[in-house]
């Protein structure tokens, strides 16, 4: 009986060690996503409240033309930005004006993990 309960155990310890390297790498995973997922998140908000300023000193939002790029080499005045981040995934943000979701005003995206603009993993400065 207790030979056959050792042998339960040893297996049990076993499959426990095979299996507890791929579990962290996953939940590792998932966890780095969800930190890139939040960083991205926060940095269209910030982008965005930057685009803001820009309309308070040029009674205007950028031109979709103009971009991003204009709060940091605004066409006269102070730049309102030192310098544009790129997402965690190391793409540039994406802006439009008029916006896709913010019809009223404008979009600043991150195409996300995908690295696709416009596609459903798209972090942007909107609420979903």
Known sequence: MWGALKAV???????????????????????????????????????????????????????????????????????????LPRDPWGKAYVYRMPGVVNVDSFDVVSAGPDGKPWTEDDIGNWTR
């Open 9 to 83: 155990v040893i297996v049990w310890m076993a499959v426990a060690t095979l299996a507890t390297p791929a579990l962290f790498h996953h939940l590792a995973w998932h966890l780095d996503d969800s930190s890139s997922t939040n960083i991205a998140r926060t940095q269209t908000k910030t982008i965005g409240k930057s685009v803001e300023q820009y309309k308070l000193k040029n009674g205007r939002y950028p031109t979709s033309v103009q971009g991003l790029d204009a709060l940091v080499n605004p066409p006269q005045g102070t730049p309102v930005m030192d310098r």
